[in-house]
């Protein structure tokens, strides 16, 4: 069973920077996407950052301050969140889409999510 375990969330003063890490564990073949998401109170999830066969994708609210990378021979991904701000505030969660077997489809997988409080 593939499993993603969010780590580095916490209270930060606004301004400050933070870094989350997502590990991937169990056993599969290849992942393909790896994204953040993020969900405040009383809103919708939303997209925070993806990164797939090189291709990056930030939301707008977080462009020229926050970046995802990958570390594939750690099966990690990263989110380096700088000059935050207190509407960053939000449950992080990380996503991958995994491909657990050759001669199976690409699945999507979750983390637990990650609290992350900016104060002013």
């Known amino acids: 069973q593939v499993q993603l375990v969010e780590s580095g969330g916490g209270l930060m003063q606004a301004g400050g920077s933070l870094r989350l890490s997502c590990a991937v564990s169990g056993r599969y073949v290849s992942i393909d996407t790896w994204g953040w998401y993020r969900q405040a109170p009383g809103k919708q999830r939303e997209l925070v950052a993806d990164t797939s066969s090189g291709t990056t994708n930030y939301a707008d609210s977080v462009k020229g301050r926050f970046t995802i990378s990958r570390d594939n021979a750690k099966n990690t991904a990263y989110l380096q969140m700088n000059s935050l701000k207190p509407e960053d505030t939000a449950l992080y969660y990380c996503?991958?889409?995994?491909?657990?077997?050759?001669?199976?489809?690409?699945?999507?997988?979750w983390g637990q999510g990650t609290q992350v409080t900016v104060a002013s």
């Open positions: 996503y991958a889409r995994v491909r657990r077997t050759y001669l199976t489809s690409l699945d999507n997988y």
